[in-house]
Nanobody
Framework: QVQLVESGGGLVQAGGSLRLSCAAS????????VGWFHQAPGKEREFVAA????????HYADSVKGRFTVSRDNDKNTVYLQMNSLKPEDTAVYYC??????????????????WGQGTQVTVSS
């Protein structure tokens, strides 16, 4: 089990950028795949991006490909989500979540074991 804390949310104009961080505490962070999800008011939580463990790579929702980049620093137990060219429809609470020994692609369709508390991202038009 890992504990996750997101930070970096805020208010930004359309076309702007934000970088979210997900700091993890607990053992063996390097074997966890970490995903980012978002939930807009009145909508279901949706997959955004994930970064796998070991030699696995990254996976993105079609809506963010080319705009968002997920990365990790295992020495700092932190995963980042760089969000560029933000759009008003990106407005949501963003959550990071973790699960051991799954691929980044599987993270889009599986239920993570651990979740952070979320951070609000608001994009104004």
């Amino acid at each position: 089990q890992v504990q996750l804390v997101e930070s970096g949310g805020g208010l930004v104009q359309a076309g702007g950028s934000l970088r979210l961080s997900c700091a993890a505490s607990g053992r063996s962070f390097s074997v966890y795949t970490v995903g980012w999800f978002h939930q807009a008011p009145g909508k279901e939580r949706e997959f955004v991006a994930a970064i796998g463990w070991g030699r696995d790579g990254t996976h993105y929702a079609d809506s963010v490909k080319g705009r968002f980049t997920v990365s990790r620093d295992n020495d700092k137990n932190t995963v980042y989500l760089q969000m560029n060219s933000l759009k008003p429809e990106d407005t949501a609470v963003y959550y990071c979540a973790a699960k051991k020994f799954v691929t980044s692609q599987a993270m889009a369709i599986t239920m993570p074991d651990d979740w952070g508390q979320g951070t609000q991202v608001t994009v104004s038009s």
